[in-house]
């Protein structure tokens, strides 16, 4: 036995998943930043809310979710009768952790004139206390349909909210909040790689600083940046988001040449993310065994959250396949 993890020695971890899969009655979700093994045993890959609603049309009872805590949790949001279970629960996300809901709540009350527009990467405390969830690619289609002269929270990325504000010329009040992905990659490292591939463009995500974005030839949703990939003219693109989405690039479009945009040391290897890194096959292969560790959320906190879900979905219903959010059910 693995005395790390109670597995038996010599174990293939990839057909114990698929007899758990069916015994389970399980449907697998990973997200684009997860290993390609785990992308490729799934039976979804994808953006998290469309990872959710995908998980919550089938009739699976259990959803394993390899990605991180919120994205989990939006699951159990919008499948409160499924069992949900994350391989590893300290999979969290900078983002979520810089929202303290405490300190938001207090936040909000301190602005009692402004309405709040939250990332969809928070907690399900902080999407309760939310007016509407917004996610990369559908939060411009929001703030085209809310009043110019309403004042907005925007939380937790502040790389989010800036970007929409330059963008749009909304004035809106940030929270101060970063994912450590994207905070990571280096601008001087960027231009030196630029200039070795001067006809490769870059395309960004959003959560990306500003002294990245500002070189960006294409900025979108991770689904987004992949749907790029599939259809620019070129043969070279350089990835400015978590370096495990170009195994789909290279999966979609084989022909193609996909370089990690760097961060401080030269290379894209420092942009992994740590949390999603936390899930591996032998953890998902527990999680289904024992249906441990497992989401569980107190049913009025999940309706809370559920109403600001709720309101991205009906005033952005059109940003179907432009990213992650799919057509309403």
Known sequence: MNAFSGIP????LRAEIDRLRKKRNAVILGHYYQTPEIQDLSDFVGDSLELSRKAAETD???IAFCGV???????KILSPEKIVVLPDMDAGCSLEDSCPPAQFKAFREAHPDHIALSYINCSAEVKALSDIIVTSS?????????PADQKIIFGPDKHLGGYLKRKLGRDMLLWP????VHEAFSETELLKLKAQHPDAPIAAHPECPPYIIDHADYVGSTSGILDFAKTMPGDTL????????????QKAVPHKNFIGAPGADGNCNCNICPYMALNTMEKLYLALRDLQPRIEMDETLRLQAKKSLDRMLDMASGTVGQGDVGPRS
């Open 138 to 146: 559908s939060a411009e289609k929001i703030l085209a349909q809310i």
């Open 177 to 180: 909040g970063v994912c450590i």
């Open 9 to 12: 020695q010599g174990i293939d």
């Open 69 to 75: 805590r919120f994205m989990a949790e939006t699951a």
């Open 60 to 62: 699976a009872d259990v």
């Open 238 to 249: 350089i990835v400015a988001t978590e370096p495990h989405i170009i195994h789909q690039m």
